[in-house]
């Protein structure tokens, strides 16, 4: 079944850090550019990072510095390494597969493919 | 980075109804616009990409326009698993950015 898990929420204390994890499986991982997106309680969608298959990185402004994003092809596997915590990061995040549009744009690219999403709760 | 407005935030809506749903851009974004659906509890799913190209496996009833800084979401005949919420992202640009999301609800 093609499909990805996150792992690695929970509640963590301001200031602190998790390392979220996200298990691909049913697809060719390393085809693939990956993303995290988050979404706060009751709010809309927030992309936070993307990692494409040569392992280049990209970071929304409200993260960049805090968080890491990472692979593993060998594992299949997706990371998202967020410190320095604060409560406005209290979110589901999600990993998202792009797929791409098929005209060759740079933009043409879409998420077609969602975890179910790991529940990071900041709070003291 | 590039601001996207949705409208209206909310609308409520009868089973057969056909309704739009209107994105705008702070800025031209050609036609990189995707539509996705999330209904409660669930992930969102992709509905439209390219601005107007519909994902496989997606009613027919579900359409998208619109190029530059003005897009369109239109369900022609809306169906008691349409009410969900609906989001617009753009990615002509990083980061690529959502709308506020607009959530259609049963009249």
């Known amino acids: 079944e093609v499909q990805l898990v996150e792992s690695g929420g929970g509640l963590v204390q301001p200031g602190g850090s998790l390392r979220l994890s996200c298990a691909a499986s049913?697809?060719?991982?390393?085809?693939?550019?990956m993303h995290w997106v988050r979404q706060t309680s009751g709010k809309g969608l927030e992309w936070v990072s993307a990692?494409?298959?040569?392992?280049?990185?990209y970071y929304s402004g409200s993260v960049e510095g805090r968080f890491t994003i990472s692979r593993e092809n060998a594992k299949n596997s997706l990371y998202l390494q967020i410190n320095s915590l604060t409560a406005g990061d209290t979110a589901v995040y999600y990993c998202?597969?792009?797929?791409?549009?098929?005209?060759?744009?740079?933009?043409?690219?879409?998420?077609?493919?969602w975890g179910r999403g790991t529940l990071v709760t900041v709070s003291s | 980075d590039i601001q996207m407005t949705q409208s209206p935030s909310s609308l409520s809506a009868s089973v057969g109804d056909r309704i739009t749903i209107t994105c705008r851009a702070s800025?031209?974004?050609?036609?990189?616009l995707n539509w996705y659906q999330q209904t409660p509890g669930k992930v969102p799913k992709v509905l439209i990409y390219?601005?107007?190209i519909l994902q496989t496996g997606v009613p027919s009833r579900f359409s998208g326009s619109g190029s530059g800084t003005d897009f369109t979401l239109t369900i022609s005949s809306l169906q008691p698993e349409d009410f969900a919420t609906y989001y617009c992202?753009?990615?002509?640009?990083?980061?690529?950015?959502f709308g506020q999301g607009t959530k259609v609800e049963i009249k």
């Open positions: 992202q753009q990615t002509y640009r990083t980061p690529p950015t």
């Open positions: 800025q031209s974004i050609s036609y990189y």
């Open positions: 990692i494409d298959t040569a392992g280049a990185t």
């Open positions: 049913g697809f060719t991982f390393s085809n693939y550019d």
């Open positions: 390219g601005s107007s």
């Open positions: 998202a597969r792009e797929d791409l549009g098929g005209s060759g744009g740079l933009g043409d690219w879409y998420l077609d493919l």
